[in-house]
């Protein structure tokens, strides 16, 4: 079976960066990171393919970066200009043609 294990989360002041990583115990084609603030839907945060094509949600385009490493098995999410509408539990999940797989999450917690 595939596991993804996140790592990174933490209490940060708004303005502040923190970056997440992932560990998949499987190089997938697809990673990403998505997130769920309290009393939310779960949401896609930026998603990277093995060919470097990424996708970002408008709300963190230009704040957050998302990369892998050579090994295709591990992701980052950089994320910078930190906001308190930032604060949510981070999940990394991965795939070969769909996200299926998914970490326990990591929270993020951004104070104003």
């Known amino acids: 079976q595939v596991q993804l294990v996140e790592s990174g989360g933490g209490l940060v002041q708004a303005g502040g960066a923190l970056t997440l990583s992932c560990a998949a115990s499987?190089?997938?084609?697809?990673m990403g990171w998505y997130r769920q603030a309290p009393g939310k839907q779960r949401e896609l945060v930026a998603r990277?393919?093995?060919?470097?094509?990424?996708n970002y949600a408008d709300s963190v385009k230009g704040r957050f970066t998302i990369s892998r490493d050579d090994a295709w098995n591990t992701v980052y999410l950089q994320m910078n200009s930190l906001k308190a509408e930032d604060t949510a539990v981070y999940y990394c999940?991965?795939?070969?043609?769909?996200?299926?797989?998914w970490g326990q999450g990591t929270q993020v917690t951004v104070s104003a």
């Open positions: 499987l190089s997938l084609n697809i």
């Open positions: 999940s991965g795939g070969w043609i769909d996200m299926l797989y």
């Open positions: 990277i393919t093995r060919g470097g094509n990424t």
